[in-house]
């Protein structure tokens, strides 16, 4: 693999300027990482390659691979309801439209929930249980984070297993480090800026060991897990996940479906992984992910056998004007 330049100098340019308080960038195709760096920046602690960071909504993927896991073994159903885990919140009357919300809709942002804040000090649990209904479920596409511990509470009540406990076995099936990927907040994540600006206790979030935003990771543990991707997608067997199986998850689950925040042609999904066959930033757009709030990135290119894992810690870095897709446009042109 030839070394990535042009995505080295973006990297260092948004640390080197401030746009981005600090960052760790790697790169790795079907045989494993190829490159991790570290950049230090206006972050209070430097940059270490092996640092964890607060991955936010980088989670989804994380948790859905562990569902569809979940799914494949005959384990759960996508056609599960979410009535079947919930319990009404007492004192109010059976909500009979939780019945028409299925698994398949929690892990495309099809669900209909109405959003708690992420920060909500509410345990997830009630949160869940007194979540209205925004939409019908399956008719409009909204991105959701709720809907994620929805999911969560299927795989427990028909497993036993939590979603945190089958993270941590796909990054070690995956080959990753152990604790490289966690729910723990003792893995030290680096501090999480712009807070007050978005109007984020990060601390609180960190609490609720959330299954849409809660894992801290590695470069290395993502690499990781997306190397066992491309082999799969490559026909392997033994990966975290089968080949069908995968190739299930990226089919969209959100194309057509109007959007209650439009003028985002970035927001097609299919089973947890946003895809981006619609984005007019990319020029290359055979590619499925995500992305964090903190501006982390984790995308995946079968076609170039190429994966990336941007990791940093500035909330919103998109509205402070640093634009990711040029990353993107960088990796996918620099092989």
Request: charged fraction near 20%; proline fraction near 6%; aromatic fraction near 6%.
């Amino acid at each position: 693999m030839d070394t990535p330049d042009d995505a080295i100098r973006w990297v260092r340019r948004q640390v080197d300027g401030g746009a981005l308080p600090s960052a760790v960038f790697g790169v790795a195709n079907s045989r494993g990482a190829q490159l991790v760096e570290a950049f230090s920046g206006t972050d209070e602690r430097p940059a270490r390659v092996d640092d964890h960071y607060a991955l936010f909504s980088v989670t989804k993927p994380l948790t859905g691979i562990a569902m569809a896991r979940a799914v494949e073994r005959g384990e759960l159903s996508l056609r599960q309801n979410l009535a079947s885990v919930v319990q009404d919140a007492p004192g109010r009357r059976p909500e009979a439209w939780r019945e028409t919300v299925r698994l398949e809709h929690l892990l495309s942002h099809t669900a209909g929930l109405a959003e708690p804040a992420l920060d909500d000090p509410r345990p997830l649990d009630q949160q869940l249980a007194e979540a209205g209904q925004a939409f019908a479920a399956g008719t409009m596409a909204s991105y959701s984070n709720i809907a994620f511990h929805g999911a969560a509470r299927m795989l427990t009540a028909a497993t036993g297993r939590t979603v945190h406990d089958d993270i941590a076995a796909v990054a070690a099936l995956a080959g990753a480090p152990a604790g490289s990927l966690t729910f723990d907040a003792a893995s030290d994540p680096h501090r999480v800026y712009g807070q007050e600006r978005v109007g984020l206790d990060a601390s609180v979030l960190a609490g609720h060991r959330h299954p849409a935003a809660g894992v801290s990771g590695t470069a290395e543990g993502l690499l990781a897990v997306g190397s066992s991707l491309l082999r799969a997608l490559g026909g392997a067997r033994g990966e975290v996940l089968h080949p069908e199986t995968l190739r299930g998850m990226l089919l969209s689950r959100t194309a057509g479906l109007p959007d209650p925040v439009p003028g985002d042609p970035g927001r097609e999904f299919g089973l947890t992984w946003n895809l981006r066959g619609g984005s007019t930033a990319l020029l290359h757009r055979e590619v499925f992910g995500h992305e964090g709030w903190t501006t982390t990135q984790w995308w995946i290119y079968p076609e170039l056998d190429v994966c990336f894992v941007l990791l940093t810690n500035l909330l919103d870095a998109r509205g402070l004007g640093v634009d990711p897709d040029e990353l993107n446009n960088a990796v996918a042109f620099g092989f």
